[in-house]
């Protein structure tokens, strides 16, 4: 396998899980944004891609314990509350 090849085999898994809107990303990344949708196999790496794979591919993968959930649950309650309040304001 080359590691062109390598880098699609590694992006699939990934990419399924955007398109089923599984992963999420928040904010504004336009040249990471740029490098998901022209990304086609050959050429240069695509850096930020790269790095977001391998990042997406680490957090699925790595076993979750019982306090990683309790700690993005509480933060999740803590966002909603402050967008509850915010809307409140306007």
């Known amino acids: 396998m080359t590691a062109k090849r390598g880098k699609i085999l590694r992006a699939e898994?990934?990419?399924a899980l955007f398109e089923r809107f599984r992963v999420h990303i928040?904010?504004?990344f336009?040249?990471?944004e740029d490098?998901?949708?022209t990304f086609a196999g050959g050429g240069d790496s695509p850096?930020?891609?790269d790095a977001l794979v391998y990042t997406?591919?680490?957090l699925m993968c790595a076993p979750c314990t019982l306090?990683?959930?309790e700690f993005y649950k509480e933060m999740a309650e803590k966002s909603a509350t402050r967008m509850a309040q915010g809307a409140s304001y306007n």
Do not use: K, N, W
């Open 30 to 32: 336009p040249a990471l």
């Open 26 to 28: 928040v904010g504004t």
């Open 47 to 49: 850096d930020r891609l």
């Open 67 to 69: 306090g990683t959930l």
């Open 13 to 15: 898994p990934v990419s």
């Open 56 to 58: 997406v591919t680490e």
């Open 35 to 37: 490098q998901m949708c």
